[in-house]
Structures are given as C-alpha cells and as structure tokens.
C-alpha cells in the first residue's frame, strides 16, 4: 500500500485548517515537522497550534529536534499517529530503544529517519525495531528542496533488507521522483509543495500514488 503523507510546512500556515481540510479524504498521513533551531537552523510546529487544527487524518509527527525524548509526551498527549526522530540526534542504541518503546507505550508507530549523508548502517542496531524508516531524499529543515537521488540507494537496500519495512520518502517528491521511490521500494511518500502548490490537491494526490 502507498500511502501520501502532506507536508504542512509547505501550507499556508494563515489558513491552515482550510489547507488541512484541502486534501482530507485523499491523505492518508498528514506530516507536522517539528523543527528546534537546533538540529536544523529554522523553527516550526509545536503541539499548541495542532489542539487547534479539526482533521481525522493521521498526525505523522517528524521530529527534527537535538532531544526527541523530551518532545514525545507533548505530541502522544494528542492522539496522534506516528513519530519519527532522528538517527543522528540519538546516536546511543539504548536511548533509541528507550525512545521508539515510549512512543509505542503512548499508542503511536515509532520511525526513525536518516539524513541524506548518513550511511545505512547507522541504524542498523534498531532497524528491525521500528515501524518505520523515513530516508530523507533532502537536508531537513527546509522545504522546497531537489531530490537527492542517493535516497533511491538506500531505499532499494531496505527492502531487500526488510521486504516488511515501512519506508517513507520526504523531499522532493514529484510525479517522477514518486515514480522512481515507487519502483525503489518505498511505501509512504511524503509531499509539500507538490501538493499545497497545486489548485486541485486531490488529483496530486492521485497523481503520487501511481
């Protein structure tokens, strides 16, 4: 199953309840990145704007914060979905696995995600612990980026490695690089600006699934 996971970074945060309700019935996820000024330069969503957005879509929480298990409570409070924090910000495999069991314990899938210069075996001591493993396709922290075609590498490794994973792609993603993550092996893309740059988001939705 392909599921397409919207980004709201690339929303018109102004009207984000009407952003959100643009694509309700056609998402499956929908991707809140969580940005500290640390981890990556820019800031961005924290739970207080999500208790005031009205949606049934799943919440696919993407933590790109330098203390991931700080953040979790805060997010698990809010029923949402799935959490995702970064290899590189918990390098240790016992705080790793001490994240992804607080996440499960709080009723959400656990991932964990890749930059696009960190090597596969970086997580090798927890891949076959989580639920998921988003491979970042660009540098996070910034929207609007080109595909990096060496996550198409580390896709296709996971799933001949995993054949079961969940492999979530995020950054760059068009009609054609969803094509090629398809092909690659990837189950879950995620997309912004193709998405909330469109006038008719259902039909890129569509569209990305293949």
Request: net charge negative.
């Amino acid at each position: 199953m392909i599921r397409i996971t919207p980004s709201i970074l690339s929303a018109d945060l102004a009207h984000l309840q009407a952003e959100v309700d643009s694509v309700a019935g056609a998402a499956d996820w929908l991707q809140v990145d969580v940005m500290d000024g640390h981890f990556v330069p820019n800031l961005s969503f924290g739970a207080p704007v999500l208790r005031n957005l009205k949606t049934d879509i799943p919440l696919d929480i993407h933590l790109m914060v330098t203390n991931p298990a700080d953040r979790l409570r805060e997010f698990l409070d809010l029923g949402v979905a799935h959490i995702s924090f970064h290899a590189e910000a918990v390098p240790k495999p016992e705080d790793r696995r001490t994240i992804i069991n607080a996440i499960r314990k709080g009723g959400a899938t656990a991932g964990i995600a890749l930059n696009p210069t960190t090597p596969l075996s970086a997580i090798d001591d927890v891949v076959g612990e989580v639920d998921l493993v988003l491979v970042m396709s660009v540098q996070p922290g910034f929207g609007g980026q080109a595909f990096q075609p060496v996550a198409l590498e580390k896709i296709h490794a996971l799933r001949q490695a995993h054949p079961g994973l969940m492999i979530q792609v995020d950054g760059g993603i068009t009609l054609e690089t969803a094509k090629q993550c398809h092909e690659a092996g990837a189950t879950n893309l995620v997309a912004g600006t193709a998405i909330f740059g469109a006038a008719d988001r259902t039909q890129v939705i569509t569209a990305l699934r293949g």
